[in-house]
């Protein structure tokens, strides 16, 4: 336990509501440790929203999106949060996996790269790896 | 009636028919006067049944002033055989029924006198035979024999014409058919294309359901679950194993060949959003896709009776493939300033279902506009386009009872409107006969 290191805020968005689930579930020990704070949206606006009216944590702040969503793609959030939050780090998550579709997440600002199906041991060993919380 | 008529006077006679008449009824009416000048009681014309040729079919058989039935008769034993060896007249002034015993035709028409001449086409194959025939002998033997053969010649000339026009017009119902066949290909070429098209969207639709289907079952996997997980990740697993189930049903009825449809009711206003869904999640071109502006207003639950819901569905992600085709276009063209937009809107209006697909892409030039939905219309390099992707959809909504109707600028916007009729309110009571 190391209550003593601040909180983890996970922010996840998909336009599948099960998707949070599953990662609530998945997250569901750190969360009631207190290691992690846990937010879900099912867009990018209401994302975009809790953003504007939170208060920053440099360095403790990581965002996993989809890319294809309606109305607002991830790609628009992910120039929108870097943009306006550039402290929050931002990974994709995306069924993509095509060349140009990781190019341009990198080259807008993202930190990393999953293909769906999210292999968990890979989420949670980089996360455990950049911001050295304990997910077990 | 004496032996001083003069021969082209009575070809003369004959000749003057009316300029109008051709084909058959010119040939009927050649024969009436035939008969009348050379007051003989029958005249025939015929042809050899192929390919044996030892029988003959009348074609026009005239007796006492009227046409009558047509009739077959064997050629063995009857004078025609004579007729259809030689290349001229044979005749037989009296007593034929002696000459030819075992013709049981003459014997029924109690002939007394034959003449009958061969016609021919122009490569020297026979076509037929004119008969003309008497129950008396026949009186002026060398007048009627250069009658008769002047006309045989001209009844093959008709024969040929008609023979010619037939083929004529053989060979237009077949180029007809040819064109329609050619045409049903295309037009099922042209669905095919678009549901190639969605494919790709569907395939990306069909991953969602098997990522978390897939993601769930890790869960179950992971030896520290509780119960409540467990329980919401068995849940889930078959609540998208049904919903992936439900795309792939989808897909097929899109790949059915299906004719004769019932009108059925259905949700349009999914329809819409699930082929903008299908068509976005198809297109991979990030250049586009990150610019665009959409702007999508929905009424939900707008329900109408339609007749192929997947054609219909099939014609919107036409439409809007036609919209991001302008859009992305006016794109390249575009030095960065240009931020594309797509507006879908439906909503019901007076009892009608209104639906504006707009883009303000390149626009269609007004010489152009008027023709977009013609078939086989198209502005693309060949092979790029079958021009039928406008004519198809125009006809799946009018197939609908709907309306589609295409304003534009060029450089400026399109506008597709489609209007469908009697939309189904869900407060509606269903409607039972």
Redesign the interface.
């Given at each position: 336990m190391t209550p003593s290191l601040p909180p983890l805020d996970v922010v996840i968005v998909d336009d599948?509501s099960?998707?949070g689930?599953?990662y609530e579930?998945?997250l569901?020990?750190p969360i009631e440790r207190g290691n992690i704070r846990y937010h879900f949206f099912e867009n990018a606006k209401d994302c975009l929203d809790y953003f504007e009216h939170s208060v920053r944590h440099p360095g403790l702040e990581v965002l996993f999106t989809d890319i294809?969503m309606?109305?607002v793609?991830g790609?628009?959030l992910l120039?929108k949060v870097k943009k306006k939050f550039p402290s929050i780090d931002v990974f994709m998550m995306s069924?993509?996996d095509?060349e140009?579709?990781i190019q341009?997440s990198f080259n807008l600002g993202a930190k990393g790269y999953f293909t769906?199906?999210?292999n968990?041991r890979d989420l949670q060993n980089r996360i455990e790896a950049d911001y050295g919380v304990n997910l077990q | 009636m004496g032996t001083s008529r003069n021969v082209l006077e009575v070809i003369r006679g004959i000749y003057n028919v009316d300029q109008l008449l051709s084909g058959k009824e010119y040939i009927r009416e050649l024969i009436h006067r035939l008969a009348k000048a050379l007051n003989v009681k029958y005249v025939m014309v015929g042809h050899a049944i192929k390919p044996q040729e030892k029988s003959v079919l009348t074609d026009y058989l005239y007796s006492d002033g009227k046409f009558i039935d047509n009739v077959t008769y064997e050629l063995e034993g009857s004078p025609c055989a004579d007729v259809l060896c030689g290349t001229r007249v044979s005749c037989y002034g009296e007593n034929v029924q002696h000459l030819f015993p075992r013709d049981q035709l003459l014997k029924d028409m109690k002939a007394q006198s034959y003449m009958g001449a061969p016609f021919f086409s122009p490569d020297g194959e026979l076509l037929g035979l004119l008969v003309v025939m008497d129950a008396q002998p026949f009186k002026e033997l060398e007048l009627m024999t250069s009658v008769v053969e002047f006309f045989a010649a001209r009844i093959g000339a008709e024969y040929r014409r008609l023979d010619v026009e037939e083929t004529l017009k053989q060979h237009n119902e077949d180029l007809e058919k040819l064109v329609q066949e050619r045409t049903m290909q295309l037009i099922s070429q042209e669905k095919l294309a678009t549901i190639g098209r969605i494919t790709l969207g569907i395939a990306?639709e069909l991953?969602?359901p098997?990522?978390?289907i897939?993601?769930?079952s890790?869960?179950l996997m992971s030896s520290?679950?509780?119960s409540e997980?467990r329980r919401?990740?068995l849940d889930?697993i078959y609540?998208?194993g049904v919903r992936a189930n439900d795309i792939i049903t989808n897909m097929l009825k899109q790949a059915r060949q299906d004719e004769n449809m019932q009108p059925e009711r259905i949700d349009v206003s999914t329809l819409l959003s699930h082929a903008?869904?299908v068509f976005?999640?198809s297109r991979?071109d990030?250049s586009l896709?990150?610019k665009l502006r959409?702007s999508?207003h929905i009424s939900p639950h707008v329900e109408l009776n339609l007749i192929d819901s997947p054609g219909v569905e099939r014609m919107f992600i036409n439409v809007i493939d036609n919209a991001v085709y302008a859009l992305s276009e006016k794109l390249q063209r575009s030095d960065g300033g240009f931020i594309p937009e797509l507006r879908v809107d439906l909503h019901v209006e007076r009892g009608r279902c209104q639906i504006r697909i707009r883009d303000n892409g390149t626009g269609i030039p007004q010489t152009h506009l008027l023709h977009v939905c013609d078939e086989f219309y198209t502005t693309k390099p060949p092979g790029e386009g079958t021009g039928l992707g406008l004519w198809v959809a125009k006809q799946m909504v009018e197939k609908n009872r709907g309306t589609f109707d295409i304003l534009s600028k060029e450089n400026e916007y399109t506008e597709v409107i489609i209007e469908f009729p009697e939309v189904f309110l869900l407060a509606e009571p269903e409607v039972t006969s």
């Open positions: 599948e099960s998707v689930i599953i579930m998945r569901r020990k294809n309606p109305e793609s790609f628009e120039a069924a993509y095509d140009a579709s341009k769906k199906p999210v968990y | 990306h991953k969602n098997l990522n978390i897939i993601n769930a890790e869960l520290e679950i509780d997980s919401r990740a889930m609540q998208y903008l869904d976005f999640r991979n990030i896709k990150s959409k999508i």
